[in-house]
């Protein structure tokens, strides 16, 4: 309950929602601090993946957003999808392009054994089914 909590607070100071300035850094800190309470909250994974994409911080982006792939397989096909493509991105970004499509397309071993995400199956953008996380990045 007090991860979800932090969640909620850190979407508020992201998107300056309930009269708050937008703050990211103080929102990646609550995301942070729901993580370390509940290291399998899908949520503050992605979001928390997220600011770190959109810093162009590709390598903690990759941190989170696997394990927020981690967090959702099995349990919602979407949000491993949403995460997946940004994995994958993440790498583009970097112009490396090898490693985005192996992120993106790889079906060998390691994929199986989850040490890679599985290929994604959504458009940048598209909806999480757990709702309230920040957009795919693109």
Do not use: V, W
């Amino acid at each position: 309950a007090r991860a979800a909590e932090l969640f909620s607070q850190g979407l508020d100071h992201q998107f300056g929602q309930a009269g708050l300035k937008a703050d990211e850094n103080q929102a990646l800190g609550l995301y942070l601090q729901a993580i370390k309470l509940d290291p399998d909250f899908f949520k503050p994974l992605y979001s928390a993946g997220y600011i770190y994409y959109q810093r162009g911080d590709y390598g903690n982006a990759r941190k989170y957003l696997g394990m927020a792939i981690s967090s959702a397989r099995g349990k919602s096909a979407s949000d491993e999808a949403m995460a997946s493509t940004a994995y994958g991105s993440s790498y583009h970004k970097e112009g490396k392009f090898k490693e985005a499509e192996k992120a993106s397309s790889h079906k060998g071993e390691k994929e199986r054994k989850g040490d890679m995400p599985p290929a994604a199956a959504a458009a940048p953008g598209r909806a999480s089914s757990s709702g309230g996380c920040a957009p795919s990045p693109s």
